[in-house]
Every structure is written in C-alpha cells, then in structure tokens.
C-alpha cells in the first residue's frame, strides 16, 4: 500500500475585516475583553454575493497551481464544511463543477472545527487504498451567515475562510519517514446540545417561528465547550503520540484549530510543548471552523515554522462533539 503526502497548500480569505473595535459599535463588548477571553483582534467576512463553494474553489485553485496540475488531474474532492451552500447538491459537487475538473467524485463531509482533519485523514486512507492519486481535502466556512450579531457570547469568535490541501502517493524517489503516520479521532453526542444551530434540519424545520426564535443561530454553552477543548485536546494528542512512541519533544510542530488562545496555551502546557513550537494565528482571523488548520499550516511555512522533515501534530475540537489528531511528517 502506498505512504500518502501533503503535496500542496492552498488558503483564501475575503477582503473585509472586522475588527474588535468594529464590533464595539454592534454589541456590547470592549476590544480588551474579546482579546483577554479569546485571542482574537480581526476575522474576515465574506459579502453577501460570496458563498461557501466560493471561498473553497479559490483555495483549491491556489493548491493546484503551486502543484503544476490542473482540475481534471483530481480524483476526489472533500468538502469539509458546516455552511454549504444549500442541504443540497452537496458543496463539492458545486466546487467540482466551478473547477471544472471532471474526472472526480467527492463529498461533504460535516464534523464541525474536526471537519478537516476527519476529511483529510478519509482522503489519505483513500490514497493509502491505492485507489486514487490526488485527493483535494478543503476545509470552508462563511461562519457570518449563522452568526448572531446580537450575541456577544458568539459573535467575537468567527470569521469566513477557506483552506485546501492535496493528497498524493509518495514518489519514489520521496524519502519514505515523509508523510501520513496515524490518526486518532473520537466522537461524542452527549455534547451536542453545548454547541448547535437548532433549526433548518429535520427536527426543527424553518418557520416563521424558528426565525423569530433565532434559531438558526449558533447555540453555544461556552462554558461546556471550553472544559471539554481543553481537556480533550491534550488528551487525544498524549494519545496519538503514545500509540506511535512519539515524545513531545520530537514533535517540531502542533497546529492546533483556532477556536480560543487559552485552550490552545492550556494544551500546550499540559502536553509539555514550548511555546515556539505552537502555531497560533487566531488573533488575525478568529475561528474559520473548516478553515483554521489549512491556514495556521500556510502561516507557518511562510513564517519558517514548519519545514519539509518536520514532525507536525494537528489537532481539533468541534461540536457534536468530535474530535481529533492527526501525526505527519512534512513533505514539502
């Protein structure tokens, strides 16, 4: 079976920030008291034309190019979102056709802030297959539109952004230690009601009243939330790296999601990891949900961080509750 490889990185943000001091003039808030809570200075946000798909084929577009490889080269495409376009068709099949790469098949894939690992560990397993040879894993989020701008509690924490990386089989003149390791993911429902957008499912369909209500809002329990990231953070990372008889020392790197500064800090700190060898970059753009992991990985090639050999460990906690991490050896 062949070793799979992270090949390509491509990420995309829209135009308009909005900053803490913007937000000031929207609820009642202060820049000081977003920034202590949660890390976070600016979040991008798409206009009203732009839509999830959008925000993903920009992305993908920039991975093949760094590639060298066209559309029609893709054998899959994973959407990993929780703000399609519509319940249906699925946000791949809308990427595929604005690529025009007419050879894959693909898929949404929901998981919530562990979407994108969940996706990128489905697309390496398919390559591992030997079945396909480029799989395109895109996290994408326009977080905005589920947002309630009345609600302080959620609203300082989200931005819109969108983030693709490659799946391809090791070459053969690749040095075999690069690439995919191993994968540790868990779920847990018994959280669900701790972060979730009531209405516009089966359940609570949409009315007049589930608009009144505003239901179609993120519901959060911050509180819940923030015990459960920290605790389940580090101990799916300890894991991951007992099962592969990783220490934390040899990691070079833990690109964490960006849901909150405190639980990445209170992660690395129990883990053990120093501080430059975690990658945070939430005070630019807030959660992205899909989209955070896509783009703290471009941050750190550009900044020197995460270079080709090095021991990265990805880690994620959203709602449902899933989590997640996943161990690679940088190929490129």
């Known amino acids: ?58 992305a993908a ?24 376009d519509m319940f249906f068709p699925s946000t791949a099949c809308l990427v595929q056709n604005q690529l025009g790469a ?8 929901i998981a919530a802030c562990s979407g994108f690992l969940f996706g990128l560990t489905t697309g390496a397993h398919l390559v591992a297959a030997g079945t396909h040879k480029k799989v395109l894993v895109i996290g994408s989020d326009t977080m905005s539109r589920i947002i309630d701008y009345k609600d302080r509690n959620t609203c300082i924490l989200f931005g819109d952004g969108a ?29 669900g009601d701790y972060l979730k957008m009531p209405a516009g499912g089966s359940r609570l369909p949409a009315s007049s009243e589930t608009v009144a209500q505003r239901l179609h809002y993120v519901h959060q329990d911050g509180q819940q939330v923030f015990k459960y990231a920290v605790r389940k953070m580090y101990e799916v990372c300890k894991g991951l790296l007992d099962r592969n008889g990783v220490t ?26 120093a501080c430059d060898k975690v990658v945070i970059n939430i005070e630019r753009y807030g959660n992205t949900t899909g989209g955070t992991i896509p783009l703290a990985t471009r941050d750190a090639i550009k900044s020197g961080r995460l270079k080709k050999g090095d021991l990265v460990l990805f880690a994620a906690v959203g709602a449902g509750y899933t ?5 690679w050896r940088w190929a490129f």
Request: glycine share 8%; aromatic share 4%.
């Open 163 to 191: 983030g693709a990386m490659l799946l391809e089989p090791l070459a053969a003149d690749d040095d075999p230690q690069l690439g995919f390791i191993d994968f540790l993911g868990e779920i847990d429902g018994s959280g």
């Open 323 to 327: 989590v997640g991490a996943s161990l």
């Open 61 to 84: 577009r920039q991975a093949l190019d760094s590639r060298g490889i066209a559309p029609t080269d893709l054998d899959v495409i994973l959407v990993c979102t929780v703000t399609p």
């Open 248 to 273: 934390v020392k040899d990691v070079d790197v833990l690109i964490p999601h960006q849901a909150n500064r405190r639980i990445i800090t209170a992660t690395a700190e129990r883990l053990g990891l």
């Open 1 to 58: 079976m062949p070793k799979v490889k992270i090949s390509a990185l491509g990420c995309y943000v829209p135009e308009r920030v909005l900053t803490n001091f913007d937000l000031e003039k929207m609820v009642e808030t202060s820049n000081q008291w977003i920034l202590e809570r949660t890390g976070i200075s600016e979040r991008h946000i798409a206009d009203s034309a732009t839509a999830t798909s959008d925000l993903a084929v920009a």
């Open 102 to 109: 007419k050879r894959a098949w693909g898929f949404d894939l």
